[in-house]
């Protein structure tokens, strides 16, 4: 028996096992390396954009001793008169030791230019006040506010930041007699765009994005929901409808853009709307969601089983009996959930609004269909390009509001589709 | 840049005048389903007459759409055929007065009158002749929206009229209001095929205008792009060339790299989910992996530029590597990111299709899991994949947010990820924002890279989709 005896099989496969379930680990530990580098992505992006924007919800402002002076404000033209003016003497009048004209010049400018207007409000609101002294907070520059929060560092060389030496000794100063409070920034929320970061908010876009998803809405889910209903119902199988499906599954993976470049061809070159409006935004979206809550309502019509269309119709109903009396209220949680999706969608694109004009600087916020307007992600768009400090700060609010809307509605379609969802 | 763009509100007031009289419509209307109905009720009450062939709201119904229907229908082509009608009879002989034949030049005068109509400031002189035009539309406007209100009332009224004279037990009206309603829906379901028809022709036209001014051989195979025309005749500038290979690389190089980040990624994210994971752990993970789908891209867009894009430049500091700020690279890897849920879920599909059976052989014949993955349901599932990587390259080339915010402007034809690249969507984005004039080869490339667009993503959608059908059909 001087010959070795050949392997078994076994022996064979057991030469390798180590080797092979060392790979077995290997890949499924990038598996889950994978699903762990993706999951850290989106922490990464929440968290950063938590932490530059946070801070945007808060806003410093001064308190101001303002001689409301009868000289200055004449009753019967209250709408006219220099507050400006008055804003600019009770903020020097914080530095009485200020006595360059350059200096004093900068003194004013801790304040923000929107604070004459809030003086404003006060005085044709309570024209009585007039001749007594007020103390005010009022809103603080923009810059002011960066280096209160600490965006605008100390220890950096006094070229390379905004705020020299003597303005941050002005701003202690402030800081250490009290004048300066962080309080909640309501401007925000009710002011309409502005160039002034302290001045501007996100009601304008917030209405712009409202009006928008109305037109959208109104427009899309009637539409949406009949084709659905028709190519699942009643629709012939031919190459005419074989040719709409493909239609509808093709719009679906298009680039959004080219919707917008459609927009601006077709609505506002063609047809002559209003360039800006939400009307025209809300038709966009509604082209492009349309395709969104077709397939969805779809979906949702499958689900339904034939033996409900059989009972209705095995009792002498009409197809169309069939359809709206039973058909359609099963289906219609599953097609609101899309249509809720297909909304949240249209609520967070940009891209085909920049073709019709929405990114316009608007000040106003929208009242109606037509007025000039923009949305909550254009906004996002346009504050992000703008080069002052805070902006950036401004910019992560705004898209923590969009997300949080993003994320309620998203959470009301999985509401709705848990509660009324049906397994048959 | 943007921000300096001045509104210009072109409301010519045609267009909102006829809310109250599609309202008015709308309550006669219902007027008519409410006598139409009660009409019904009593010829039902009279023993003479016999059973009625409908129920008694079929009646009402079918009055109220005889009612509302017709006067829409009018409304709705009389708002679309006014405005060009109207402005073609008052500007009847101004542009020949004035001796302007240059079309261009007569829609500046066109243009003027609207504003003068609108009410807006006009910032020159104004003129006589065009004032007049004016005053004429004004004019014409209040007949035109007199006799539309005449119009759309009488066809309302003798609609109803005719229908409430016509209701006998006999009158089949449930069939006609079906075939009504089936009609509507027919039409809410070609409206997928006009949009489709309406982005054809849109970026169509505007392009061959482009292409009569620029050929396209230049347009496809040149090497340069620089858009910026001079847009007066006697202007000193540069003539502008629009090559379109600097901005197709751009493209492909942002996408080629978001794809080797999403592929990757998305895939083995898809088998771990769809192989290895737990009831549970897959309940969970999947919706918040869906998240990364569902973040809008600007956001994404703002990340890139503002936390990415600087990592990456002070990485290359650090090593010495000369990066630019608007790198391809930053732009490529956001994307990516953005692309994984959509590769992995795709996949994931994909993957759930391929039939049990085939792994139990696998296991069967003693392979281990990822052997049966890689040697069994990959190569079965392949046909899918590669649908789905299609899908998602059609995604990457027209995405927009994340490369008009972090890609440059400047059309680099390099292969270099760590510099600035431009890409198609950046290009058109740029072009027709701000102020346009309509006519330049400026404004019009931008449509003309709006079809080559179009066209590559519906290739590529349309193989896909065939990929992903035939192989469903494989295994089904």
Redo the contacts between chains.
Sequence with gaps: MSEARPMSTMARVNVGLAARYRKERRFKFFGLAAIVASLMFLALLLASITAKGYTAFRQTEILLDIHLDPAVLDVNNLATANYAALVRDSVQALFPRVENRQDKRIVAKLASTGAAYQVQDMVMNKPELIGSVKSVWVLADDEVDMFIKGHIPRNVPESERRISDQQAAWIDQLTAAGRLQLAFNTTFFKAGDSREPELAGIRGAAMGSFFTLIVTLVLSFPIGVAAAVYLEEFAPKNRWTDLIEVNINNLAAIPSIVFGLLGLAVFLNFMNLPRSASLVGGLVLTLMTLPTIIIASRASLKSVPPSIREAALGVGASQVQTIVHHVLPLAMPGMMTGAIIGMARALGETAPLLMIGMVAFIVDVPHGFSDPATVLPVQIYLWADSPERAFVERTSAAIMVLLLLLLAMNAAAVFLRNKFERRW | ????????????GT??SSAPLITLVLILSSLAYWLGRRRAFALARRPSAGKLHSRPGYYGVLTGLWCGLPALVIVAVWQ?AA?PLLTRMAMDGVAAAKGVVNPDQINLLVNDM?NLVAGNVVAHEVDPLIQAAADRYLGLQRISNLALATAALTAALVGAYLILARIRPALRA?NQ??RV??I???L??????F??I??VL??L??SIRFFQQIPLADFLFGLKWSPQMAIRADQAGSSGSFGAIPVLTGTFLISGIAMAIAV??????A???S??AGSTFRAT?KP??E??A??????????A???VAPAIRDLGALTGLPVASESALAAGLVMG?MI??FV?SLSDDVINAVPQSLRDGSYGL?A????T??LVILPAALPGIVGSIL?AV??A?????IV??AAGLAANLTFNPLQAVTTV?VQ??TL??GDQE?DSPKTLA??AL?ML??VV??AL??IA?YVVRKYREEYE
């Excluded at chain 2, 281990?368 to 052997?371: D, L, V």
């Design positions: 840049m943007q921000r300096n763009e001045a509104i210009r509100p072109s409301i010519d267009h909102m679309m405005d609207r449930r209001v079906e309603i089936e509507i829906l027919t809410c379901s070609t409206f997928a095929v949009i489709t309406g982005i849109s970026v036209f505007e990757p990624f998305g895939l083995m994210s088998i771990y989910l192989e290895y993970v918040l992996l998240i990364l569902g973040v809008p891209t600007v956001v994404y867009g703002f990340f530029a503002l936390v990111i994984i849920p992995s003693g281990t899991k990822s052997e993955i890689k899908l059609s995604r080339i027209g995405e927009t947010m008009v915010m969507t058109i984005v027709l924002v309509f931008a449509f709006g667009l179009f993503t519906l959608n349309v989709l």
